[in-house]
């Protein structure tokens, strides 16, 4: 995913007087290169945010194209004195929700289920190269779980229950808080596990 | 993130997937990812894997719902057919299912475009995908590919530590069933530590801390790790990430990993468990511990309070120990371990025979008088202190350091309080006014090797020697090995890195600096030598004192010599004239003003570089010239103090060379120089640098004038002879400075003078030959009125006494008995002193912190009135809360005498070291030498002698073969093969050829042709002649790339660096060496001559070979065989009784039990 290309050079302030003008930071404009550079490193927090929120790899990157766009235009407002990525958070928060609203407006949610599981979504995490260059190994670590998690993992994502409803269940023993704790082994352990 | 934080953000996490999240929550949410990178990162990666796993989750059922309807058409199309659903079907079909998932998966997961970028996003991850290095458990076999840190253990350089535990272990008895009750108290020490140990600290110790866990001190392990929960929670198991991770069914999870190690047995989870619910409390080693309780316990028939602790062992065991041995083996065991050789047969015979009660007692007290006591100790310690005759490397040159070895020998037979021992060596020469013994004493550290290849690094070679001084004080006086900590902090001990480094700034401001000279060095005479060098100095001072009394003023003798003072005075009085100055300049351009009676002075200050020109005029009556005088005069600046000599900082003057000569159109005559003379600048900054030195040329060595208070600087030039100068010539004087550079200015401010007095190059000569004898060290003549003067008025004849002679042949006498050189300790001064810092990975060009002095506090504390330098390590390791120091002293005592030390490995008593079979015995004698022996080590070794257990008959039965093959739970007495040095000595002993000579430099008995190739050397083996060819083999000189041959063989050590522990091999070379070594040949020889003068029967010449080597009567069945050897020999010899009775004595010298002690 590249940031988009429509800026045209004439709204680059030229490199000298970025240069003449350096006395006071806050004045100092992102050329395009910094701002590809803050963009890279941040991306995968970024897209990973956006994705907490959304829960759609697919309308990630949409959302995601958005959030760059709207920091460009904004990018005269970002003090470099201060980190960026609280700063791209914010946009990356507005841009989500507007998407969750229009969304839910629109009930398209349940309709990015079969294009998703054909489209490419994340490929800015150092995890996903272990993923793309082991496949297997995601497969391997989920058989290395407990016969107890990988039961909720099915319950989790192929029944796509919810951790509430899971609870419910009536053989469930542990209780919602209980089985968020589990969660949060159960993906750590599969995160530490596809690492390695 | 801390571990609740992971929680919290995971529950937001799940609670945005179900919708449910609050405006608030959201905004804490938002907050978290904005703050905290990690949490970020987190969100990233997890982001990825929820996405991955939506994906698998949707293939699977998908999958899963094909083959459902699948084989439910296929069921009913073959429950037509009457057959159950095939299972092989479903399987391939599941698997189909899965292949298809993992198809939509990986193009999920494109491979991105440049992978450093994403790496450069999360740090964290990195970290965690930095290939682990698998360290499996010490107990299984490791292949060097995996630890590169063991290869190195396995090719021995570095001496690293076995890492398998000892055979002990398996007395313990780690195998105990499951159902065995948990004991009511769970003691770190006894049933965690070795789990730990075992099982975890490969990973989770000093090496590498995974997941920023670490077990080897409490405080890491209760901190959290990496995944933000600490290990170990005190008295709540279930929070303990550590009981989740060995009892979990996740295999990711699962510690150790399965890979590794198999999991816990439910026993050892139980133990822990209990553990951490009970508090969790952590135990120091025992072996850093204080002492405790130490009280023998009651046990019937126990002949001493060591074998009450060691029949309450056996008894425990239903072992029953051996009798007592027999009078012969007993006094052959107690000669050999006290002085290293035999009993002599009159020894032996009075010893039997007498009916004394205490007669064991007296022999013992005997013994440990006898001056072989400390020959046979040294010989010990010469180990530790890896003592050599040259200093190692490449080239190996000699090195002269055998005052050391003399040391060594008084010290143990003067039984230095072993605190004592040890402080001496470690700082003898920051003691309070040292005396020569104990400065003598600090050339145990100077042991370490030095480089002297072309090319080396001597600060690399320096550093490399004070981590020697460091490893070696622990591994040697600690019985801690430090080498690992040097590196990484210590794999199973409790000593962090950082203090492996406090102790190395400790050694790190000694004045050696791995110099070809092996300075400092101190010069003084051998022990022998010293009492008859103090009683001929104090008759030299006696007499000196005398004849100064004689020759006081108000004798006839005084009046005399006072008289002869004044006119030799007259006849050398120096008389010097100013000639006139025509002018002065300077090559840089300073302009000089002359004042008249020759004195000049610069009217600017001048430039560095200066060289002064004078031209002076010859006076009209011409002048017959001898030499010259300057004085150099103050700067005459008001703001320098009196006797600031030149404008640069310290005052200090500097002349390079110095000038005479006559220009008389091109050609220049300059007059040569033959001394110059000053009561300023000495050594090599000394004047003697003009004499000889062309005008232009770059100089490293100049004169120095120091600047100081009272007296003006002078000098004198000498031409040695006069030359005629003719009336009104002009002559140039010079004064140069071209030292490149210089700081110092050359001088501003001075007056030049001439003579033609003779009494200059008189006085000179006169100088030289009369001072030659009494100070020749001294290049600079006194000042004729100076005190010292009193012995060169003597020699030269100006003052006379009739026991000059007699002062004048003591002194020769002294000169004759020789000062031999031995490596001293030195401490840099201290605004001189090192910044010492932390070595990262081991590495000394690649530093870390600055460390401060210390030491390792798990083993003591390090007390604030502890001097930070060698002494205060002294002090610490003597303390009374160092309870490790006196543990491991006698371990090593008990090692000589018994063959193996309570705690076997001698060097490490650390938690990788053996356990000791009897523990509290260790401890028991430890406080005793340390409490009512006050350190003696004649006292511990009586004590343990006088012990049953030593005493023992050696013999063993099978049942003591089967359960202690080692005797390490001393059923019975002690039976080894004789060390190298005791092999020899007994030998010799034996057939009397063995010199009683002690202490003295190194000999060079019988040692094969073209063993020594000594390269860049020319040193060569020379045989020494008479009774030096048969010392003690403590006496052997030891050249580290290539040790004494028959000694290697015996297992001694090159001693390049300290071997706390000789392991005992057996091998056919030893055979070769006491068949065939000349030294062993001429012992038989020797002593087949002592058996045919023993007595004029053939038995009583037998008896007596095996009296004197085997230190007991022939029994009657060595008698028959060895009689008919004898007899098929003679005739075989041709009658030759003399060849054979030294064949029959080189059998004996050969048996097993001649080389065994018994």
Redesign the interface.
């Known amino acids: 995913m590249m940031m988009p290309k429509r800026f045209s050079s004439d709204t680059i302030v030229p490199i000298s007087e970025a240069a003449s003008t350096s006395i006071s930071p806050s004045h100092v404009s992102m050329d395009e290169r910094r701002f590809d550079e803050l963009l890279?490193?941040?991306?995968?927090?970024i897209?990973?945010?956006i994705?907490?929120?959304i829960?759609s790899?697919s309308d990630t990157d949409d959302v995601f194209q958005e959030v760059c766009a709207a920091m460009w235009s904004k990018r005269h407002d970002f003090d470099p004195n201060r980190?960026f990525?609280?700063w791209s958070?914010?946009f990356a928060?507005l841009q989500s929700l507007s998407f969750r609203r229009k969304a839910g407006r629109e009930g398209e949610k349940q309709q990015a289920?079969a294009s998703?599981?054909?489209?490419?979504?994340?490929?800015?995490?150092?995890?996903?190269?272990?993923?793309?260059?082991r496949?297997?190994k995601?497969?391997s670590?989920?058989n290395?779980?407990?016969?107890?998690?990988r039961e909720l993992?099915?319950l989790?994502?192929?029944?796509?229950m919810?951790?509430?409803e899971i609870a419910m269940l009536p053989d469930q023993e542990k209780s919602r808080e209980a089985l968020?704790?589990t969660?949060?082994?159960l993906?750590?352990?599969?995160?530490?596990?596809?690492?390695? | 993130m801390t571990a609740k934080q992971?929680?919290t953000?995971?529950?937001w996490?799940?609670k945005?997937?179900?919708g449910?999240l609050s405006e608030t929550e959201?905004h804490e949410y938002?907050e978290l990812?904005?703050?905290d990178?990690e949490a970020?990162?987190?969100?990233?990666?997890?982001?990825?894997?929820?996405?991955?796993?939506?994906?698998?989750?949707?293939?699977?059922?998908a999958a899963?719902k094909k083959v459902v309807a699948f084989s439910d058409a296929q069921q009913s199309a073959r429950s037509d057919l009457g057959q159950p659903p095939s299972s092989t079907h479903r399987r391939s079909l599941l698997a189909l299912a899965?292949a298809l998932a993992?198809g939509?998966?990986?193009?999920?997961?494109?491979?991105?475009e440049a992978?450093n970028?994403?790496?450069?996003?999360?740090p964290q991850?990195?970290e965690?995908?930095t290939p682990?290095m698998p360290i499996r458990p010490p107990a299984t076999s490791v292949s060097s590919d995996e630890m590169p840190f063991l290869a190195i253990a396995n090719r021995g350089s570095l001496n690293h530590p076995e890492l398998a535990s000892s055979a002990v272990a398996a007395l313990a008895g780690t195998g105990e069933a499951v159902s065995e009750p948990l004991p009511e108290i769970i003691s770190y020490n006894e049933h965690i530590r070795p789990i730990l140990n075992q099982k975890c600290i490969a990973c989770h110790g000093g090496v590498k801390k995974s997941g920023g866990v670490s077990y080897l001190f409490p405080e890491e392990a209760l901190m959290a790790g990496e995944?933000g929960i600490p290990a170990i929670v005190p008295g709540d198991p279930d929070g303990s990430e550590m009981l989740y991770r060995i009892t979990?069914?996740?295999?990711?999870?699962l510690m150790p990993p399965p890979e590794h190690h198999e999991r816990l047995s439910d026993r050892e989870v139980a133990l822990i468990t209990k553990w951490i619910k009970d508090g969790a409390k952590f135990e120091d080693h025992w072996a850093f511990l204080a002492i405790g309780d130490v009280a023998p316990p009651e046990v019937e028939n126990a002949g001493t309070n060591i074998d009450a602790f060691i029949l309450d062992g056996l008894n425990e065991r239903n072992l029953i120990p051996t009798d007592q041995a027999d009078d012969y083996t007993q006094l052959r065991r107690l000669s050999l371990d006290l002085t290293g050789l035999p009993p002599t047969p009159d020894e032996i015979l009075s010893f039997v025979e007498s009916t004394d009660p205490d007669k064991y007692e007296k022999a013992v007290d005997r013994l440990l008088e006898s001056p072989h006591y400390g020959e046979r100790w040294a010989a010990v310690w010469m180990d530790v202190a890896r003592y050599s005759d040259t200093m190692g490397f490449e080239k190996d040159p000699n090195r002269e350091i055998w005052l050391y070895r003399d040391w060594l020998i008084d010290a143990f037979n003067d039984d230095l309080p072993y605190d004592e021992f040890l402080t001496h060596q470690l700082a003898g020469d920051l003691l309070e006014a040292p005396t020569r013994e104990q400065l003598i004493a600090t050339a145990f550290h100077r042991n370490t090797m030095t480089n002297t290849e072309g090319g080396t690094n001597d600060e690399e070679f320096r550093v490399s020697a004070v981590l020697d001084r460091t490893n070696t004080t622990f591994e040697a006086l600690m019985g801690v090995t430090m080498n690992c900590v040097q590196c990484h902090s210590h794999p199973y001990d409790p000593i962090r890195m950082e203090e492996f480094y406090q102790v190395y700034a400790l050694f790190n401001n000694s004045a050696d600096g791995d110099r070809g000279s092996d300075v400092p060095v101190m010069r003084t005479h051998a022990a022998s030598d010293r009492e008859q060098v103090a009683a001929l100095q104090a008759k030299a001072d006696k007499l000196r004192k005398q004849i100064q009394q004689d020759l006081s003023s108000d004798t006839a003798a005084g009046a005399q010599f006072a008289a002869n003072k004044d006119s030799f005075r007259k006849q050398f009085k120096e008389d010097f004239t100013a000639f006139d100055i025509v002018a002065v300049e300077g090559s840089e351009g300073t302009e000089f003003e002359h004042l008249g009676n020759g004195v000049i002075r610069s009217k600017t200050e001048p430039r560095i570089s200066e060289a002064i020109t004078v031209t002076v005029k010859v006076p009209a009556d011409g002048f017959s010239l001898q030499g010259f005088r300057l004085d150099f005069l103050p700067t005459g600046d008001s703001e320098k103090p009196a006797g600031h000599l030149s404008f640069a900082k310290d005052g200090s003057l500097m002349v390079s060379a110095v000038q005479f000569l006559l220009e008389e159109g091109p050609k220049a005559t300059g007059l040569g120089f033959a001394a110059f003379d000053s009561n300023a600048g000495t050594g090599s900054y000394g004047p003697q640098n003009l004499v000889k030195r062309s005008f232009n040329q770059q100089i490293m060595n100049s004169w120095k004038i120091p600047a100081t208070e009272g007296e003006t600087p002078w000098a004198i030039g000498t031409f040695g002879k006069a030359h005629q100068l003719e009336p009104g010539k002009e002559y140039r004087f010079r004064l140069a400075h071209a030292y490149p550079n210089a700081r110092e200015n050359i001088t501003s401010h001075f007056q030049l003078r001439f003579s033609s007095s003779d009494a200059l190059s008189k006085r000179r000569k006169l100088n030289q030959a009369a001072l030659k004898e009494v100070y020749p060290d001294l290049w600079l003549a006194p000042e004729l009125e100076a005190e010292p003067a009193l012995d060169f008025w003597l020699h030269s004849g100006v003052a006379k006494h009739p026991e000059w002679a007699t002062l004048s042949q003591i002194r020769q006498d002294l000169k004759k008995l020789k000062k031999h050189q031995v490596l001293v300790m030195r401490e840099i001064p201290e605004d001189q002193q090192r910044e010492s810092r932390l070595f990262i990975g081991g590495n000394w060009m690649n530093q870390g912190d600055v460390m401060k002095p210390g030491a390792p506090a798990a083993i003591a504390p390090w007390k604030d009135e502890f001097p930070k330098n060698r002494l205060g390590l002294a002090q610490w390791m003597t303390s009374r809360e160092n309870a490790l120091t006196a543990r491991v002293a006698v371990n090593r005592v008990w090692e000589q005498l018994f063959g193996e030390g309570l705690v076997v490995t001698v060097e490490d008593m650390g938690t990788m070291g053996a356990q000791p079979a009897y523990q509290k015995l260790l401890d028991y004698l430890a406080l005793r030498f340390k409490t009512d022996y006050q350190w003696s080590q004649k006292q511990l070794i009586r004590e343990i002698v006088l012990s049953d257990a030593y005493r023992r008959d050696s013999k063993v039965t099978e049942k003591m073969l089967a359960v202690d093959p080692a005797n390490r739970l001393l059923t019975r007495g002690p039976r080894f093969r004789l060390k190298a040095e005791m092999v020899r000595d007994q030998a010799l002993f034996a057939s009397s050829l063995l010199s009683s000579k002690m202490h003295g430099p190194s000999v060079m008995p019988y040692q094969p042709e073209g063993i020594w190739n000594s390269v860049y050397n020319k040193r060569t083996w020379e045989t020494s002649e008479g009774e030096d060819q048969y010392r003690r083999a403590m006496y052997t000189f030891w050249k580290r790339t290539s040790p004494y041959p028959s000694m290697v063989a015996f297992d001694a050590t090159a001693r390049e660096i300290c071997s706390p522990r000789r392991i005992r091999t057996n091998t056919p070379l030893q055979a070769l060496v006491t068949l065939n070594d000349p030294a062993f040949v001429e012992a038989a020889d020797a002593l087949g001559q002592r058996m045919i003068d023993a007595g004029s029967e053939l038995s009583e010449r037998l008896n007596f070979g095996f009296l004197a080597a085997a230190s007991r009567p022939i029994d009657d069945k060595t008698l028959s065989h060895l009689t008919s050897l004898y007899h098929q020999t003679v005739d075989q010899m041709s009658g030759n009784e003399k060849q054979a009775m030294a064949f029959i004595a080189r059998i004996i010298l050969n048996l097993d039990e001649t080389l065994t002690k018994s």
């Open positions: 890279d490193q941040h991306q995968a927090a897209r990973g945010f994705y907490s929120l829960q790899a980190p990525l609280p958070l914010g928060k289920y998703e599981m054909l489209e490419g979504a994340f490929h800015s995490s150092p995890l996903s190269s272990q993923l793309d260059t496949s297997e995601l497969e670590c989920v290395k779980l407990s016969e107890e998690k993992l099915r989790r994502y192929e029944e796509g919810t951790v509430t968020f704790k969660f949060q082994r993906h750590q352990s599969l995160l530490t596990c596809l690492s390695h | 992971r929680v953000l995971e529950v996490l799940l945005l997937e179900e449910v959201l938002t990812i904005s703050t990178e970020a990162a987190y969100v990233a990666d997890r982001s990825t894997l929820v996405s991955a796993l939506h994906t698998r989750g949707r293939a699977r059922k899963a899965a993992i939509l998966f990986l193009s999920l997961f494109p491979k991105p992978s970028d994403v790496a450069d996003a999360s991850i990195r965690v995908e682990s995944s979990t069914d996740d295999e990711i999870d």
